[in-house]
């Protein structure tokens, strides 16, 4: 078989040689502009039958598949089930558009508790409309990309208030009316909730179809994703349009997935032109490593010079990557680094328990309205000492009084990666022994226990930097425990201790630093 796959990619470069794109017209450069010096380029011709969709036959007989694969094979999904026996047909809306909203950028076995536990607090577009914005951000906590929930009920709001509790009907009325809710969104509501005729296009989506008809070009240029959705919209199913919408994204979920994808298996293969090429490919190259004359398999590009949906001539088609080579995206681009100074202010509760103090993040931007450890964002390679100096100075504004930068101990980094921010926490603590008055002037404060802290709205990032402390706590607590002995004449850790048993008085921790 290795031997078979290598003679593929060594026929499918030999044919690129060969042949590739077809030459541009008689009389226009291959830059589409007119022969005759300065006059316009002509407007791009539609992309050729081989990228479309254009039998009646084989578009019902692809539907036909495809439902009847996912009548047998689709997951046993919540949303789905609610949205199933539901008869409302406003609360079975609410359920679809909830699940949409949970499932962008977020992978279905992570919603399935969240979408659960939404489901059972707030059942109703009134019950969510009814919520505080601080319960909606702590049921969310850990699900990422915050302002959707927040987006999520004002939309509910609105729908309360100025629709009397009607959802809109259409999926050109959703997209317009309420505020979150794109294209995407709009059409699986409309399909899946009321069965209006209107396909959706989604990451899965894109996948599939790319792949059904070898598009090869930026997969999210608006040329290409126009096309795409006349695709959707022409090769849903009338008569069910939100199973078939389902069943397209979960083939491109479970079936047709990005890397190794499982050919094999899939319902539509039969009308898949990439998979097509791969088997010409495939034979071609089977013929000619066993010695036997073929003909030159047509395998090439549609054949139309500047098509607008074949891959660009700088990124032919790879014979070793079969079916993958499809969809194809722009390079993404690279995350901005940021690196933030944040402080574990941890106190001695009533009881004994260790409480930290944490305050609100602005109401808008990034984690919008969520609890965090006091941060401080600090400039590109500042020096660690400076860092402490910066951090010392901020955290003053929360205590009252001067801050030591020398009493804070430094645990670590910890990393966590947004869709586009590379965030470093610099992670410090500094524990107290008293209280500390807080100025209501600031940002809303807090203190917390460690139980209350995970049911809090903090980030997944804020989870990473508490587990981090605790676990520098717990080596020091082990060595403690074991015996370990410090030599004479050292000196103890002071301040830079965190533990039990090793803090400082208030005093010590917030007395500035005298001079030598």
């Not at 098509?307 to 995206?329: H, I, M, Y």
């Not at 670590?412 to 586009?420: A, C, N, Q, T």
């Not at 226990?449 to 709205?457: G, K, L, P």
């Amino acid at each position: 078989m290795s031997q078979l796959r290598a003679a593929a990619a060594a026929a499918g470069r030999g044919l690129r040689r060969s042949g590739g794109r077809a030459a541009p017209p008689a009389g226009r450069s291959r830059k589409g502009a007119s022969s005759r010096g300065g006059a316009p380029a002509p407007a791009p011709a539609p992309p050729p039958a081989q990228h479309l969709f254009s039998d009646p036959a084989e578009i019902e007989a692809l539907r036909g598949n495809l439902l009847a694969w996912y009548d047998k094979c689709k997951r046993d999904l919540p949303w789905r089930t609610l949205a199933a026996a539901e008869t409302d047909a406003d609360r079975r809306a609410y359920a679809v558009w909830v699940s949409e909203i949970m499932l962008q950028q977020t992978q279905v076995a992570t919603v399935i508790d969240y979408y659960n536990r939404w489901m059972q607090k707030w059942p109703t577009l009134q019950a969510l409309a009814q919520a505080s914005l601080e319960e909606v951000n702590e049921l969310w906590a850990g699900l990422g990309y915050y302002s959707r929930g927040k987006r999520l009920q004002e939309a509910a709001r609105k729908v309360v208030s100025e629709l009397a509790g009607r959802m809109p009907r259409t999926a050109e009325d959703l997209q317009k009316l309420l505020p979150g809710v794109g294209r995407y969104t709009a059409g699986a509501i409309a399909s899946i909730s009321y069965g209006q005729a209107t396909g959706v296009v989604d990451g899965n989506v894109i996948r599939v179809l790319c792949r059904l008809r070898c598009i090869g070009a930026d997969s999210s240029s608006p040329a290409v994703v126009d096309r795409l959705w006349d695709m959707a919209n022409a090769l849903v199913d009338r008569s069910r349009p939100g199973d078939f919408n389902q069943a397209l994204m979960e083939l491109g979920a479970t079936v047709c997935v990005p890397k190794a994808p499982l050919c094999g298996e899939c319902p539509v293969k039969q009308h898949c032109r990439a998979r097509s090429r791969v088997e010409k490919e495939l034979a071609f190259a089977s013929q000619k490593l066993f010695g036997k004359p073929a003909p030159v398999p047509d395998v090439e590009d549609c054949g139309v010079g500047g098509c607008p949906l074949c891959p660009p001539a700088a990124e032919p088609w790879d014979s070793s990557l079969g079916v993958t080579n499809f969809p194809r995206k722009a390079a993404k681009k690279q995350p901005r680094a940021v690196r933030t100074a944040t402080c574990v202010l941890e106190r001695r509760g009533c009881h004994g328990a260790p409480e930290y103090l944490i305050v609100q993040r602005p109401s808008s931007g990034l984690l919008a309205g969520l609890w965090e450890f006091p941060s401080l964002t600090l400039a590109q390679d500042l020096q660690e000492e400076k860092q402490r100096e910066a951090l010392a100075d901020h955290l003053q504004a929360w205590t009252g009084r001067p801050v030591a930068a020398r009493s804070l101990r430094l645990i670590g980094e910890v990393i966590h990666i947004f869709s586009h921010i590379h965030q470093t926490y610099v992670v410090y603590s500094l524990p107290l022994d008293g209280d500390v008055t807080l100025d209501p002037a600031l940002s809303p404060s807090r203190w917390v226990t460690e139980e209350e802290f995970h049911a809090s709205a903090v980030s997944t990032a804020m989870k990473k930097v508490l587990k981090a402390h605790e676990k520098q706590c717990g080596k020091e607590s082990s060595q403690v425990g074991n015996g370990s002995k410090r030599k004479r004449g050292a000196k103890t850790q002071g301040a830079g201790s965190t533990c039990p048993g090793t803090q400082l008085s208030l005093r010590a921790f917030l007395q500035a630093p005298t001079a030598p």
